[in-house]
Every structure is written in structure tokens, then in C-alpha cells.
Nanobody, 127 residues
């Protein structure tokens, strides 16, 4: 099973950009489908973006479509989340997740679809 560690969070202003990284260890990363979720205080963890193991398929939440980009570098065992035009409502703890399965968007947005999670990195966007 893959182990995940996120980094790159911080405090930024509205309109700024951040790039989150998720470093993976374990021999299954290159064949794992990856995703980013986020959780704001008092709210459920919500889906942000997903990327298939070969980078051929992606899903994005409507709230981040056109602003966020998920990518991966299998040679570096790392998945990224480029976040542009950040808004205060993007403030949350961001989590990286992995799964060996791939399915419809309705499945990929479910936390129960993933079997490995990182510890999270805080992103705060001030207005």
C-alpha cells in the first residue's frame, strides 16, 4: 500500500496561487489513481480532483474547474495540485488520496473509494 505525505500549504491572499505536492512511497504509486480532497472546519471532506495512473483521465469538482490542475510525475512518485485564482472559500485542509480502482465520477468523488490518505496540509486564503 502506498504512503502519502502532503506539503505546500500556506497562507495566501485572494487571487494568489499555490502548488501542493503529495509525495508517495511504496511500489504501487505508478499504478495508483490519485486524488485531492479538502475539508473545511465544520464541514465534510469533499472531492477536489482525481487523476488516473497514466494521466489520461481527470475529474474535477465544479467549484475548482478551470482554476485547479491535478498532475503527477511517476518518476518522482509525486502528485501535484496547482491552485490558481484562490478564493477564501478554498480555505481547508487538503488531503491526498490513492486508490487502485477507477470508475465513474460519482465513484471517484467518494472518500470510501480510496484506501490510502495523507495527513493533510492547511491552505488558508485571506480576503
Amino acid at each position: 500500500q502506498v504512503q502519502l505525505v502532503e506539503s505546500g500549504g500556506g497562507l495566501v491572499q485572494t487571487g494568489d496561487s499555490l502548488r501542493l505536492s503529495c509525495a508517495a512511497t511504496g511500489e504501487t504509486f505508478s499504478t495508483s489513481n490519485m486524488a485531492w480532497f479538502r475539508q473545511a472546519p465544520g464541514k465534510d471532506r469533499e472531492f477536489v480532483a482525481a487523476l488516473s495512473w497514466g494521466s489520461r483521465s481527470t475529474f474535477y469538482a465544479d467549484s475548482v474547474k478551470g482554476r485547479f490542475t491535478i498532475s503527477r510525475d511517476n518518476a518522482k512518485n509525486t502528485v501535484y495540485l496547482q491552485m490558481n485564482s484562490l478564493k477564501p472559500e478554498d480555505t481547508a485542509v487538503y488531503y491526498c488520496a490513492a486508490t487502485r480502482s477507477w470508475g465513474r465520477a460519482s465513484f471517484m468523488t467518494m472518500t470510501t473509494f480510496y484506501n490510502a490518505w495523507g495527513q493533510g496540509t492547511q491552505v488558508t486564503v485571506s480576503s
